[in-house]
């Protein structure tokens, strides 16, 4: 146990002047809802640019990516507390059944993006219904 004891003390930054940098992937939280023409999904990722969000869909799998930096990060600052991770992002969400070819649109309001996945055939009936 002394041993596990040590290692973590080595790996603490040295000094109170240097910001501890965050090398683990931050894991934001989700809410995925089934809705009547597709899926509404909300990622709370406050701090976060727009410009660094990247999204992918894989048959089953949604995937947002991205990072969160430490625009406020002053040099010589002492830190205190640091509870905030400020690093690369990932988080990986499941559907029971495929989404790939989904109609996606994307809000990012108040610190939560917001995806709505519609369902290929139901974006395909309201741009006709839009056109009529």
Known sequence: MSESIDR???RMPVGR????TAERLWCPSADVLETPDGWLVKIELAGVSPDEVEITIDERTLHVTGVRR???YTEGALYYQMEITYSRFSKKLQFPQAIAGAHVEQIYRDGLLVLHLRRRDEARTQ??????
């Open 127 to 132: 741009s006709k219904g839009a056109a009529a």
């Open 17 to 20: 002047h240097t910001r501890p």
């Open 70 to 72: 430490d625009a406020t």
């Open 8 to 10: 973590f003390f080595r």
